[in-house]
């Protein structure tokens, strides 16, 4: 349920506040999922899977490897390269900030959180 | 607890990091802030939600008397249904900024010289040469001295209302993709004075050759005589613009080339000083460069002479090729006022070239001499405060140029110095100024609005009166049956020997300028008894019987030559007809200088050139996709002229500093015994004409057989890399390069070779009789800007095969065909 409800937060907030959707929903459901084992990996997850819904949406509109692999070509990249760093950002971004999220409150109050800290992904 | 804080810590780390490189970039690196580009809503692929136009859309548009509707029909053309001409300007800018937005900020910042606020401080240089050369200074002045009264002005500011509505209507997710990748904004608002600028970067294309610079370059290494030879005040081979009545072929007036001479002492040191202006990286470029791929071609036909019994007119400007393309077409009506078709250049309020219910148009380049440059004497180069005018000291005006990054931050400053001629220059230790009719105040736009609601030739020539620069040999037809040529713009009068061909002395008025042409001493023509007007960038003159100077160094006469005859030939012209005109592949140049390499390879009994003459002896001088001879023909013309004029080399290694047209090398051809056919880089063997193109030609098929193996397939024209058009910032994946089209050097369509990317850049033919007009055109690319649209190139292939669109010009929104609406706008007030 943790995991559905991130990944519907991600794809509201996408479209209130952008990409500063990774962040913000990423620390405040770390906040909130401190407790949880590997929470920063299952946040970062939610954050992929709710970016790929979103890419999957968008490519309804349009040739969207092709397009891609254009904007690669001009940023002079291989199309990998630039593929991988969209899979990439939502995950680090996402979970960096739930993992910061999970450990600031895990340090705020160690006695309640210490044992899932320890397995709070990046956080931990 | 220690390993919880680790972790924090560790987070907080890659936190800041990306966040960093999200909202920031790496600019060092050239990395644009991620989070605004990868963002699947907002970011890049953004674009492709909005490569279709939307079914209907409404929205609002300040300053609009009364409701607007917009029809984009199925090529994404605007039909513009307005109740007065300024709410169709306004319509105009909505429709233009949502489909140009960055091409028009671009295309302002790069002759505003503001580059560097929408990309950074790789920009600055040519930021700096755009400031340098007055460009923004001349639109200053020339906005302030506008009426804002006038038809023109008051376009502009409508115009500009249209961009800013659209403008307040952009999201991150409808900002072209090309500012996420700059990491830039786009700019918060147009101003109505902008358009003034976009036409000055026009003029900096098409009226901006340094042609003086390197004539003087030349003179100082052959000598006056040798220079004024090469690069001649009148073209040997005579098919002019304007003419000659009874004359059914071109005046031939060859003469012998004089031997280089000794250098001329008392350019060098202006030559010095032009030899670095002369290399600028915004000016247009030269022939050598281009392949005469910037020439432009129009013509128009006399009823007497047309299957229809009405009038035709045909045109293709060549400029350089981009996507999103120059040009943006449109069309806009105002009932009982106004109902015109054509294109525009994103940010200018008006059509440019095209027709209304009456009168077709289009333009040429006339080129000519329209700017000068004046050494000047200063009191102290390294600080120069003053500049000697008639013996007496006069005050250089300083302007400081001030160049900001994205973010505002003043990056460098310029101090650009002024005399009352114009901006100087300052280099290799000496001070040149500029003076430049482009500089004069001047509203074109007047000019081009009244323009577009003439009823006749005469009326369409009288509107036009206006224009000033740059000069264009300006093409028009009408329904009566009238057809008319006329060059507009400024020539100046000099003078002395009234000539503007090398750099002045800037120490004496006696150097300056004393007035302007007036407009009846410009080339024109009308109703001429041939039937026919062609202009192909040729000498508009044949100095035999106008001998009244307005250039030199004209462009080589080979289109002209070739329409001419096609037009000769043919009484019963049809729109068709013209279309296969516009591409046709026969190139006079080769025709005529193409059996001296077959006869030179023929006197040398040597087998490998028995087989190249023979494939030049073959051909048929056209340059179609699959022909062989034309690469061959090519390379040993490179070589061949390199050789040829080796005496222009300043310096071993380095490029001559200036190239002879090819009617010249052909007039060199025609003297077997000329001294240029020696390379005075063998030291003690003196060449021959013969030698020089036999071992030229050998070169050019051993050379080929190398790269491409034995003549076959592999050597077909189609395979030197064709026409490339590229994107407006050079962006690699929107880019569409190598496109095969039938073109070559000297043909109707020249191209630029394997990597230009100049040619055709709007081909239309207007048909007008009696009843009705009819009309076709294409331009290379789409209406679209966003390279994710359908709309962005969409139009591409059918231009690259010399097809053309028919277009379609509803007189009304009643008259408007359903099935063919692509999307409506509906623009209230």
Known sequence: ?124 | MARGLVGTIGSAVLTAALLYACARGVSRAGIPPLGSLLDPVNGAAAALRYGDLPESEKQPLAGLAADTRVLFDDRGVPHIYAANTRDAYRALGYAVARDRFFQMELTYRAASGTLTELAGARALPLDKEARRLGLGWAAEQKWAALDSNSEGSRAMRAFADGVNAYRATMTPATTPVEYKLLGAQPMAAWDARYSVYLLMRMALTLAHDPNDLRRTRAAALIGREAADALFPRNNPLQEPIQPVTGRIAPREAWSTLPPPGAPDTSLLVPAKAAGVIEHTALAMPSSDETGDALGSNNWAIAPTRTASGGALLAGDPHLDLSLPSIWYEAHLVVKDSLDVYGVTFPGAPTIVIGFNQNVAWTFTNTGGDVADYFLEEVDDMKAPKRYRLDGAWQPLKPRVETFRSVSGEIIATDTVFYTHRGPTMAENGHLLSFRWTAHDPSNELDGFVAATRASSVTGWQEAMLPYRTPTQNMLVADRGGNIAIRAYGEYPIRPNDGEGTYVRDGRTRASDWTGMLPISDMPQSTNPAQGFIVSANQQPFDPAVVPKFIGSNWPDPWRAMRLNEMLRADDKMTPDRMRQMQTDPLSVRARLIAPYFVRAAERSGDTTLAAAASLLRDWDHRYALDAQAPMLFEAAMKRAIRNTWDELIAEAGKPPVAVPANVIFLEALRDSTSTWWDDRRTGGTVETRDGLLAAALESAYDSLSLVHGPVGSNWAWSRTGGINVRHLVNLAGFNREHLAVTSGYGTVAPASGATGSHGASWRMIVELTKERRTAWAIYPGGQSGNPASRRYDDRLERWRTGQLDSLMVPESEAAFPKTRILSTLDLRP
């Open chain 1, 1 to 124: 349920m943790f995991f559905v409800t991130a990944v519907i937060l991600f794809l509201a907030a996408e479209f209130v506040i952008g990409w500063w959707a990774l962040p913000v929903v990423g620390l405040i459901l770390g906040v909130i999922g401190a407790r949880r084992t590997g929470v920063a990996l299952q946040i970062g997850g939610a954050a992929l899977i709710a970016w790929g819904l979103l890419f999957g949406w968008v490519a309804t509109h349009g040739d969207l490897p092709a397009f891609m692999t254009s904007l690669a070509l001009s940023m002079k990249l291989q199309p990998g390269i630039l593929i991988t760093a969209v899979a990439a950002l939502p995950v680090l971004l996402a979970g960096a900030t739930a993992g910061l999220g999970s450990g600031i409150r895990n340090l705020i109050r160690p006695e309640k959180s210490a044992a899932s800290s320890q397995a709070a992904g990046l956080g931990a």
